[in-house]
Structure formats: C-alpha cells, structure tokens
C-alpha cells in the first residue's frame, strides 16, 4: 500500500528540530542562556533588518520608536527599553554613559552610527556638536565661542562656514527647536 503523503525530508527536518526545540527536555540550559540565544537572535534579526535598509537618516534617540530601533545593529528588546529608560538624552556623554552599563565602548560607539542626540545650538556641549557630520573639534569649539545664537537660523548660518551644503542640511535635522 502506497503512503497517502510523502514529505520530503526539507520540510520534515526543520519540523522536527522544532518540535525538539518546542519540547524543552532537560538539555541543562538556564533561564540566562535562553535570554542571551533570544537577544542573539533578535540582535541577528535588527542586523538583517539594517542591512536592508542602511541608507536611512540617523534616529532622533529620544523620539525613535521601538520599531526604529530595532532596525540598529546589536539592538534587541532589552537594549531598545535601555535607550528608552533614560530619555530624554541632552547630550551624546550621557548616552554614552548611560548605555555603557550594558555594552562596552565599541558597541556604544556602533550604536552612534544609527542615532543622535538632538542638539541645542545655545547649550549642547563640543562632543554633542561633533554628532554634526563634516565638523571638527576646532569647529565645535567656534560655534560654542559664538553663543548666544538668537536663533536657529543664526546658528546654521554659521555653522554653514564650517560643512557641506549636504552636512548642513542633515545637521538641520538634528537641532532642537529651542535656540
């Protein structure tokens, strides 16, 4: 007599591996392990999900949704609720702080790639200003020498003698409204 379904081994393994999977047995894991396999893999999924799409602006840290940051290479659930813990950020040193409890500096530094902080032109500090692409350290240090700016036309009036045309107007999605 002839099977009624034959399904090819392709479709019978992966059904297999989760049903072990599902099953759970005494492999001697811990509840630690599985927290660390979910966030490799949610780490994994973020990386892929970036990757296709890499050409996107930096995040607004303090307004970046859960959805958004999760596209950030490395960024799981846990980290995604760190950067949520301590907003509002007012400085690109407080980030750094804050999630170097959780990761070391290169990966804090990884995650700036993905983010900033928004910048106020008459209070941010020289290492928040350096989140402007295409401006130096000597730069910053003008712009801060230049405050008070009346507002923040006056401000990227000035900052447009240091960058690009293209930096200056990325650099205008990164201010506050205050200025």
Known sequence: ???????PLSLLLPLLLLSLSACGGNDGSTPE???EAT???EATNAADAMTASADLPRLNINTATEEEMLRIPGVGNRMVHEFE???????????????GKYVDEEQVAAYEQYIFVPINPNESDLETLLQIPGLDTTEAQALIDG?????????LERLAGYVSPDELAEAETYLTDEG
Request: charged letters at 30%; proline letters at 8%; glycine letters at 0%.
């Open 85 to 99: 813990e301590y907003r509002p950020y007012v400085s690109i040193q407080q980030f750094r702080r804050e999630i």
């Open 1 to 7: 007599m002839k099977p009624l379904f034959r399904a």
């Open 33 to 35: 392990a599985a927290t």
């Open 39 to 41: 966030e490799a893999t």
């Open 147 to 155: 405050r008070p700016y009346a507002s923040r036309e006056a401000f």
